[in-house]
C-alpha cells in the first residue's frame, strides 16, 4: 500500500522559514517524479515543486529562490525548503509521486502552512 506523509508545516511569522517532509512508503520515491503542490484558502491546488527522477527541478515563479525541493533517497524522504515565507506562502502543502511507467498519482494527506505575525 503506497502512503505519502507529510509534516513539517505550522505557523510561522513572515520571513521565516519551515522544511516540509514527504516520508513515502510502498514505493521507491526516487524512481517516481514526486512534486509538492499547496492550495491556499479558497483557491485551486498550484505545483509549488517537482523533483524528477534524474534530480531535474523545477518550482513555481513566485517561490523560486525562496524554496528547495532535495530528495534523500536512503530515508525515502523528499523535502520542501522554504524561506522568507509570505502570508501568500499561507496554504495546505500537499506531496504527490507520480509514477514515469505507470502515470499513476498518489497524494498525501496534506500539511498545513500559516505565515502570519
Known amino acids: 500500500q503506497v502512503q505519502l506523509v507529510e509534516s513539517g508545516g505550522g505557523l510561522v511569522q513572515p520571513g521565516g522559514s519551515l522544511r516540509l517532509s514527504c516520508l513515502a512508503s510502498?514505493?521507491?520515491?526516487?524512481?517516481?517524479?514526486i512534486g509538492w503542490y499547496r492550495q491556499p484558502p479558497g483557491k485551486e491546488r498550484q505545483l509549488v515543486a517537482r523533483?524528477?527522477?534524474?534530480?531535474?527541478?523545477n518550482y513555481l515563479d513566485s517561490v523560486k529562490g525562496r524554496v528547495t525541493i532535495s530528495r534523500d533517497g536512503a530515508k525515502n524522504t523528499v523535502y520542501l525548503q522554504m524561506s522568507s515565507l509570505k502570508p501568500e506562502d499561507t496554504a495546505v502543502y500537499y506531496c504527490?509521486?507520480?509514477?514515469?511507467?505507470?502515470?499513476?498519482?498518489?497524494w498525501g494527506q496534506g500539511t498545513h502552512v500559516t505565515v502570519s505575525s
Open positions: 510502498g514505493i521507491i520515491a526516487s524512481t517516481y517524479v
Open positions: 504527490n509521486a507520480q509514477s514515469v511507467v505507470t502515470r499513476r498519482n498518489y
Open positions: 523533483i524528477g527522477t534524474s534530480g531535474d527541478t
